[in-house]
């Protein structure tokens, strides 16, 4: 199979998982902001923490009223309702996954900054804008599933103005694992994690300066644990939703989650740069 064709595959599975009813049953766990948090105590609720991380990369981004953002992979437009309420920013909500897209069209109608918002079909790979187009490109956890970060990156460099601001988040891995670590790692994300140091890399040469990288990386464990206990309290409600053959599915999934992340070698970063005014 060719890499191309790899990365097709690969894709076609994401959009497949997204659009099953396991996705639209996790949102009962999710809520609408569908990452990992800011875990401030044993009773804290998920959402809330999830909506912290939020709340800190818009503030690390410096997204004020009026900004325009380009939002990639964009869930249910949790975090478009989020800036365009909390930060009066204007957005373009993007996502591959159809089903998404109208949940989040559906969730936003009648909600506060709606008037501010736009969901649209896009892939963070290709995006059909134009040059400079945007004040700030978001991406939220979603980037260790590309099949061509530099592609990606590239693109985010393109249709944000001279001047404008990349703001992104990523689970990434840590140091260099030990092969049970990696082979671990290796079934969460088949495309493969990029470290901290790939990412400001990739940024650089993306077109980007003067990056700011925000280790958040103790709040991962804690969260997927929580998650974890989430999804098992709620199992009879999710298989209600989808079935119970993919909560367990599921339950294993978020399994290796927290084995990875006790490992050590999965961490989470924040990064924002500003694009380069000059070649």
Same mark, same amino acid.
Request: charged share 20%.
């Given at each position: 199979?060719?890499?191309?064709?790899?990365?097709?595959?690969?894709?076609?599975?994401?959009?497949?998982?997204?659009?099953?009813?396991?996705?639209?049953?996790?949102?009962?766990?999710?809520?609408?902001?569908?990452?990992?948090?800011?875990?401030?105590?044993?009773?804290?609720?998920?959402?809330?923490?999830?909506?912290?991380?939020?709340?800190?990369?818009?503030?690390?981004?410096?997204?004020?009223?009026?900004?325009?953002?380009?939002?990639?992979?964009?869930?249910?437009?949790?975090?478009?309702?989020?800036?365009?309420?909390?930060?009066?920013?204007?957005?373009?909500?993007?996502?591959?996954?159809?089903?998404?897209?109208?949940?989040?069209?559906?969730?936003?109608?009648? $909600?506060? #900054?709606?008037?501010? @918002?736009?969901? !649209?079909?896009?892939?963070? =790979?290709? /995006? %059909?804008?134009? &040059?400079?187009?945007?004040?700030?490109?978001?991406?939220?956890?979603?980037?260790?599933?590309?099949?061509?970060?530099?592609?990606?990156?590239?693109?985010?460099?393109?249709?944000?103005?001279?001047?404008?601001?990349?703001?992104?988040?990523?689970?990434?891995?840590?140091?260099?694992?030990?092969?049970?670590?990696?082979?671990?790692?290796?079934?969460?994300?088949?495309?493969?994690?990029?470290?901290?140091?790939?990412?400001?890399?990739?940024?650089? $040469?993306? #077109?980007?300066?003067? @990056?700011?990288? !925000?280790?958040?990386?103790? =709040?991962? /464990? %804690?969260?997927? &644990?929580?998650?974890?206990?989430?999804?098992?309290?709620?199992?009879?409600?999710?298989?209600?939703?989808?079935?119970?053959?993919?909560?367990?599915?599921?339950?294993?999934?978020?399994?290796?989650?927290?084995?990875?992340?006790?490992?050590?070698?999965?961490?989470?970063?924040?990064?924002?740069?500003?694009?380069?005014?000059?070649?």
């Amino acid at each position: 199979m060719t890499k191309s064709s790899d990365a097709e595959t690969f894709q076609a599975e994401i959009i497949r998982r997204y659009d099953a009813p396991m996705y639209r049953a996790m949102l009962e766990v999710y809520g609408d902001q569908i990452h990992p948090g800011f875990l401030e105590g044993d009773d804290d609720d998920i959402r809330e923490a999830a909506l912290r991380a939020t709340a800190r990369l818009a503030q690390l981004a410096n997204i004020t009223a009026g900004a325009s953002v380009l939002e990639t992979a964009c869930g249910v437009g949790g975090t478009a309702r989020y800036l365009a309420a909390a930060r009066g920013a204007t957005v373009v909500a993007t996502n591959i996954a159809r089903s998404q897209l109208a949940t989040a069209e559906e969730w936003t109608r009648n $909600a506060p #900054g709606a008037g501010r @918002i736009r969901f !649209e079909f896009a892939d963070y =790979h290709a /995006l %059909p804008y134009a &040059d400079s187009s945007f004040d700030v490109y978001w991406c939220q956890d979603s980037l260790l599933f590309s099949t061509d970060k530099p592609r990606a990156l590239a693109e985010a460099a393109r249709v944000v103005r001279p001047g404008g601001i990349i703001a992104i988040s990523d689970l990434v891995v840590v140091g260099t694992p030990v092969p049970d670590a990696a082979a671990l790692l290796t079934a969460i994300s088949a495309p493969g994690f990029w470290s901290a140091e790939d990412y400001r890399n990739g940024l650089t $040469a993306a #077109g980007f300066e003067g @990056i700011v990288v !925000e280790d958040w990386s103790r =709040h991962v /464990l %804690p969260s997927f &644990d929580l998650l974890t206990a989430e999804i098992a309290a709620k199992r009879a409600q999710l298989a209600a939703i989808a079935s119970e053959a993919d909560v367990a599915e599921t339950l294993e999934r978020y399994a290796l989650w927290c084995k990875a992340s006790r490992t050590g070698n999965l961490g989470w970063v924040a990064l924002v740069g500003i694009r380069r005014t000059m070649p």
